[in-house]
């Protein structure tokens, strides 16, 4: 079942953001890790929010320990980012 992850990181600055996504492999406006159906990140008060959907929970959680989390330290956040996950009863994608 697919699930939007929602995470805060606090105390984090955008170009650490890109510091990671670079480190992904990930260039913006491009495709993003296995199971991931969409992604965006906004700048914050106090750092940083992205929202992802991901085709299920375990995807994210696999891409989130053995990816993000080791990245995210290589940049210097060492908080561990709140983490939200919401079931999707529904999703659409750009049309043609």
Known sequence: ???????????????QYDQ?????????GGTGG??????????TDDGFHVTDVWESAGQFQEFAETTI???????????????????IHNYLTQGS
């Open 20 to 28: 990671v996504l670079a480190k992904m492999g990930f260039t913006h």
């Open 1 to 15: 079942m697919a699930v939007a992850v929602e995470l805060d990181f606090t105390g984090a600055t955008m170009e």
């Open 34 to 43: 296995p199971g991931l159906i969409f992604h965006w990140a906004r700048k």
């Open 69 to 87: 989390g080791p990245l995210t330290k290589e940049v210097g956040l060492t908080a561990e980012p709140t983490v939200t996950i919401h079931e």
